[in-house]
C-alpha cells in the first residue's frame, strides 16, 4: 500500500501574490545582469561620462551609433538600470526630457579614466556574466544527480 503524501495548503490572498512576486523576482533576476552587461559591451557609462555625464536618451543612441529605431528600446534598458541602481535619473531637461546620469556604481564602470582611485570594473561584470559561467550554472541539477 502507498504512503499517502501529505495535503499541500496553498497561500492565499496577499501571502500568495507575494509568492508569486517573489518567484517572478527569483526567475527574472538574470535579467538585471544581462542588462548590466548590455551597457557594458555598448559602452554606456563611459559615452554618459563622455558627454558630461549626464544625458538625453536622442544623445546616448547618437553617441552609441545605435540605429534610431532602437531608441524605445534603449529606453526600456535605461529604466530597468535606473531600477537596479546601475544609473540615476536626472532631472528632466528644458523640454521635459528624460535624462540619465553616473551614480557611484556606474562610474566606476566607465573606461580609460586615468584618475586616482579609479579602479574600473568592466573585466569583472563581463567575467562574471560571460557564458561559462551561466552554462555551469545551468548545470548544477545534473551535477548535484551524478554519483
Not at 9 to 25: E, F, G, I, N
Not at 45 to 62: A, F
Request: net charge negative; aromatic share 6%.
Amino acid at each position: 500500500m502507498a504512503a499517502q503524501a501529505p495535503t499541500l495548503q496553498v497561500p492565499k490572498d496577499a501571502d500568495l501574490l507575494q509568492a508569486q512576486s517573489d518567484l517572478w523576482r527569483h526567475s527574472l533576476c538574470y535579467m538585471a545582469s544581462t542588462g548590466l552587461r548590455c551597457a557594458i559591451k555598448l559602452g554606456i557609462p563611459t559615452d554618459i561620462h563622455h558627454l558630461g555625464g549626464v544625458t538625453s536618451l536622442p544623445d546616448l543612441i547618437t553617441a552609441l551609433s545605435i540605429p534610431p529605431a532602437k531608441l524605445p528600446f534603449l529606453r526600456r534598458l535605461m529604466r530597468m538600470l535606473v531600477t537596479t541602481g546601475v544609473f540615476a535619473k536626472a532631472d528632466s531637461g528644458s523640454e521635459g526630457t528624460e535624462l540619465f546620469r553616473l551614480n557611484a556604481l556606474s562610474s566606476i564602470l566607465v573606461d580609460g579614466v586615468d584618475a586616482d582611485e579609479h579602479h574600473c570594473q568592466m573585466s569583472f561584470v563581463l567575467a562574471a556574466t560571460s557564458s561559462h559561467y551561466l552554462e555551469a550554472s545551468l548545470g548544477l541539477a545534473d551535477w548535484f544527480k551524478k554519483c
